[in-house]
Antibody
Framework: QVQLQESGPGLVKPSETLSLTCTVS??????????WSWIRQPPGKGLEYIGY???????NYNPSLKSRVTISMDTSKNKFSLRLSSVTAADTAVYFC???????????????????WGRGTLVTVSS | QSVLTQPPSVSAAPGQKVTISCSGS????????VSWYQQLPGTAPRLLIY???QRPSGIPDRFSGSKSGTSATLGITGLQTGDEADYYC????????????FGGGTKLTVL
């Protein structure tokens, strides 16, 4: 069974860089069948897509965050990571990682869905 | 302001049926597949519906999805108190940049 687990600091100071890692078990981030994604949820609010990475290194980012976001992958450790720079209080959220997949194991933008999700980790931006 | 529009809340009695709408545009819902997610309090979202109307294994047939034009709908029949949760629609937006968009979420209350 595929499981994803987020990890990283729960508190980040304003203007610094938020760094999180998602460890995948039961599947390989090197699989060409999936994209590996980050999604966040501010307290009491809805879900916001951050971006994804494919095993080739191809990435896609939410245009509203693109200038501050970097998603990378470490295939040797079966992990992928998120870096969000110049954070403010508005970046306080629960951050989820998720596997993005499509029908017949083929991930094609527009044809995919998120399953499974990690449990999420709360990151608070405060001095 | 979310790209996809959902009603903030819906409610119904146990055993009844409820529908949740998700409205978008031709750059997202009309030309891409819609998925729906259930988020129980304090937990991560869970996939309910993919490819507009398909249920993953383990999701009861009380949950259904449909799409027409620029709108999608989630239906839940035989409501149970355990269905109280937030529900989100999501799809790809094929505009200039291409990225995922979510609805603002709908809080379901089972009275």
């Amino acid at each position: 069974q595929v499981q994803l687990q987020e990890s990283g600091p729960g508190l980040v100071k304003p203007s610094e860089t938020l760094s999180l890692t998602c460890t995948v078990s039961g599947d390989s981030v090197s699989s060409g069948s999936y994209y590996w994604s980050w999604i966040r949820q501010p307290p009491g609010k809805g879900l916001e897509y951050i971006g994804y990475i494919y095993y080739t290194g191809k990435t896609n980012y939410n245009p509203s965050l693109k200038s501050r976001v970097t998603i990378s992958m470490d295939t040797s450790k079966n992990k992928f990571s998120l870096r969000l720079s110049s954070v403010t209080a508005a970046d306080t959220a629960v951050y989820f990682c998720a596997r993005e997949r499509g029908l017949f194991g083929i991930a094609v933008p527009g044809n995919n869905w998120f399953d499974p999700w990690g449990r999420g980790t709360l990151v608070t931006v405060s001095s | 302001q979310s790209v996809l529009t959902q009603p903030p809340s819906v409610s119904a009695a146990p055993g009844q049926k409820v529908t949740i709408s998700c409205s978008g545009s031709n750059s997202n819902i009309e030309n891409n597949y819609v998925s729906w997610y259930q988020q129980l309090p304090g937990t991560a979202p869970r996939l309910l519906i993919y490819d507009n109307s398909q249920r993953p294994s383990g999701i009861p047939d009380r949950f259904s999805g449909s799409k027409s034009g620029t709108s999608a709908t989630l239906g839940i029949t035989g409501l149970q108190t355990g269905d109280e949760a937030d529900y989100y629609c999501a799809t790809w937006d094929s505009g200039l940049s291409g990225y995922w968009v979510f609805g603002g979420g709908t809080k379901l209350t089972v009275l």
